[in-house]
């Protein structure tokens, strides 16, 4: 026994699956020790499973290319105690509670649970005080195990900033964003080469609602008094930012990265100058930026001054991806500031923060004893 937490993997062999399978890879805390995927898959080594799909620039860690690929059936993961889900939507949310209700501790990428008004939404470099929601999710659901989910890719990469302007100057009004997302966003196989290749695709299904909703639950606090009354068990453990968001998203012949073009309105009569913004950026630390944690990057924003950054080819790895890169701060004639925001949309914006979110749980006592 190796003493690590023992960790399934759903949805293992897409884009995001890989992600989870490449930076788990000797991680001192977690230890794959199953991986799910679709019935096309199971039955499968994973090896042979992605055959000519794997698509990480680090080869198929030895013991997981062995694995036989199971379907995600919960019954196949009782030696599991923390599951990783990067399942398609069309079939995460049922899977997803059923390995909850097995007792298992679940951490998704998907789309499909992050409105549950019990589960935390956390960006880690941003909300990580509502992972402590999951008592509450067990307790008033009746429920063994727990669902926590991240973000949506592009609102992650737009959000990190957003929290760092909060922080310092306090609430935001409004916010207008143009997205720029990589077709590693659509996982494997993706858009098409004939619709991407030397094009623009100004359409992504479902995208900028997610961005529009999702920013005022993560950027809000957590509702302690419902808690306290006992209530119905449905009734709302977070209160949503009141920003107003709009978003338009479009999809570039970019492979990883996402990029967002965002304006900004504060709430406050004066608005801080650009050097203040700039410096607040440069000053920002998040909630477990203290703790000492394998993949947390040692800036969650890094700010360049270079006008022709960031860029998806030079940036999209910093922080080992766990950063966001923001640049070209300048006054806006509309509202007050504007910027331009990248993260990488398979690590910060899926894999990466569902595994930070799980060393901040490891480290504050939520996922149990090994
Ligand atoms: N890519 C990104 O940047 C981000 C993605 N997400 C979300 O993460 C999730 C995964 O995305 P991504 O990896 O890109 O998608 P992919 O299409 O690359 O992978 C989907 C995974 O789901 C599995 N799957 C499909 N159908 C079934 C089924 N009926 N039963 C069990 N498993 C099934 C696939 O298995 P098989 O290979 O056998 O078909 C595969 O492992 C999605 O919900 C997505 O919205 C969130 C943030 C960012
Ligand atoms: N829709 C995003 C990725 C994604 O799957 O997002 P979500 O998890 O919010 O559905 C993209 O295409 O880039």
């Known amino acids: 026994m190796s003493g690590k937490i023992r960790v399934g993997v759903l949805g293992a062999t897409g884009m995001v699956g890989q992600r989870f399978i490449q930076l788990m ?9 199953a991986v799910g995927a ?6 499968k080594t994973y090896a042979e499973a992605v055959a000519g799909a794997w698509k990480m620039t680090t080869p198929i860690p030895a013991a997981v290319a ?6 995600c059936d919960a019954a196949h993961f009782v030696d599991c105690r923390l599951i990783f889900s990067g399942l398609d939507a069309s079939v995460a949310g049922a899977i997803e509670t059923a390995h909850a209700a097995a007792g298992r501790y679940v951490i998704s990428n998907s789309k499909n649970h992050r409105r549950d008004p019990l589960v935390p939404l956390v960006v880690p470099t941003v909300n990580a005080a509502h992972l402590a929601v ?17 973000a949506n890719c592009s609102t992650t990469a737009m959000v990190v900033p957003l929290k760092a302007l909060q922080a310092a100057f306090g609430p935001l009004r409004r916010v207008m964003v143009t997205t720029l997302q990589a077709i590693s966003g659509g996982g494997y196989p993706g858009v098409p080469s004939m619709d991407i290749l030397g094009n623009v695709v100004p359409y992504i299904s479902g995208e900028e609602e997610k961005i529009e909703w999702e920013t005022g639950k993560i950027l809000g606090g957590v509702e302690t008094a419902a808690a306290a009354a006992g209530d119905d068990g449905d009734a709302s453990a977070f209160v949503h930012d009141p920003v107003r968001v709009s978003a338009t998203c479009t999809r570039v012949p970019v492979v990883d990265g996402h990029t967002c073009c965002v304006s900004v309105e504060f709430a406050c009569d004066t608005p801080p100058s650009l050097a203040a913004v700039a410096q607040a950026f440069r000053d920002y630390r998040f909630d477990g930026q203290d703790l000492a944690l394998p993949t947390k990057p040692q800036h969650a924003i890094v700010v360049t001054d270079d006008p022709a950054r960031p860029q998806p080819r030079l940036d999209v790895d910093a922080g080992n991806g766990q950063s966001v890169t923001v640049g070209r701060i300048r006054e806006c ?38």
């Open 38 to 43: 679709s019935p096309r898959s199971a039955g």
């Open 25 to 33: 890879d000797g991680h001192p805390y977690f230890e794959v020790v």
């Open 134 to 150: 999951v008592a509450q999710q067990q307790q008033r659901r009746a429920t063994p195990g727990w669902i926590v989910t991240n």
């Open 333 to 370: 004639s509309l509202f007050h500031v504007k910027f331009v925001a990248l993260c990488h949309n398979t690590i910060l914006g899926a894999a990466g923060s569902s595994l930070l979110n799980a060393e901040i749980m490891k480290e504050r006592g939520l996922l149990g004893r090994a």
């Open 66 to 71: 062995a694995m036989i690929v199971a379907t």
